[in-house]
């Protein structure tokens, strides 16, 4: 037997030569392979014990306001009403993990209300992002009372797992974004003597969860079944973030601030902000409107967002870090041409875009219909090497979209 192969990895058992390392210690080797393994280990073992504490960076409300300025264009009430929410929720949380009295800070789930289009989710991927914790966007509209046809409300856990890669401490610090809460309203402000599967009867579903619970998560989703396997999944330290449309909450605002008194004044409705009648908004216009009490108490930050006018939606195209006009200068600059838009044609997307009445979203669309022909001619004409969009261009390419075409008609 050869030197070689008298010594081995004491810990695999590898010969000498077949390692690429092996390093000798007091009456023991080990190969460079059981090396790598080990630290592996370790490293998963450290990670396994820190605490939330020793990890995570809490920034100032007004740090994390600067944040959003950069991704959301307008919007200061409400940017700084969730700065305040969310530095107060994840600080009691360090407060729970460090101090060990009695007194237990509640948590403040936040509702949105605000037209399409006006950045509800934006803000909330945008602080997910910040704060570099798991995020989901789960849609209101697809849950159904548990037992019937759609999804369990429990599934909006499901895709909060599958951010945080089912490392379940990490998921109970995340937070969950429910889109289109407005699509759960119960048809009338009476409670209803038949079951409202789609309606009340998600929103009865939904308090535990709101609230702060161990939940029984099905790790793929789907229904319940008694023979999954489920994982435990307290949500007492997730943060819930919900918006909505709520298209026709202006008339219960209207018809409370008509007849309510202020000292010996009632308020008229020349009094009133007719064009952004959402900023007067309270719990009680969102109970009238179809939410039940409940879900509202579970859900005591309310904010709001105003719509989008003409100078907003021109900055929302050109301002933000990650402005439309900036995307597609990037896309193109990939292709190594130099993409410019003349301001006459900015000027006519956001006029358009005001037309449309979309929102945010709206410019999207007018954009990607006014690029597509470049971007597909581009990539095959290398010896172009700089484009500007121009009034005239944009206006024929506009002229394309169908929905424009039958607002013409």
Sequence with gaps: MSESEK????????????????????????????????????????????????????????????????????????????????????????????????????????????????????????????LNVPFCIADATVLTEAGYVGEDVESILTRLLQAADYDVKKAERGIVFIDEIDKIARRSDNPSITRDVSGEGVQQAMLKLLEGTVVNVPPQGGRKHPDQKMIALNTNNILFISGGAFDGIEQ??????????????????NDLDSQNLLKY????????????????????????????????????????????????????????????????AIDLIVDKAMEFNLGARGLRSICETIMLDLMYEAPSEESKKEIKITAAYAKNQISKLSFSKLDAA
């Design 281 to 344: 908004v309270s719990p009680i216009d969102l109970k009238a409107f179809g939410l039940i009490p409940e879900l509202i108490g579970r859900m005591p930050v309310v904010s709001y967002l105003d719509p989008l006018d003409r100078e907003a939606l021109k900055r929302i195209l050109i301002e933000p870090k990650n402005a439309l006009v900036k995307q597609y200068q990037k896309l193109f600059e990939i292709e190594g041409v130099v993409l410019t838009f003349d301001r006459k």
């Design 7 to 130: 010594v081995h990895c004491s810990f695999c058992g590898k010969n000498k030569q077949d390692t690429n390392i092996l390093i000798a210690g007091h009456s023991a080797h080990i190969c460079d392979l059981c090396i790598q393994q080990a630290h592996e280990i370790v490293k998963e073992d450290i990670v396994a014990k820190k605490s939330f504490l020793e990890e995570f960076q809490l920034l100032k409300p007004k740090k994390i306001n600067a944040y959003l300025d950069d991704f959301v264009i307008g919007q200061n009430d409400v940017k700084k009403i969730i700065s305040v929410a969310v530095y107060n929720h994840y600080k009691r949380i360090l407060h729970l993990e460090k101090d060990q009295d009695n007194i237990e800070i509640e948590k403040s789930n936040i509702i949105m209300v605000g037209r399409t289009g006006t950045g509800k989710t934006l803000i909330a991927k945008t602080i997910a992002k910040l």
């Design 252 to 269: 219960h605002i209207s018809k409370r601030m008509n007849t309510r008194s202020i000292g010996f004044r009632t308020i008229k409705e």
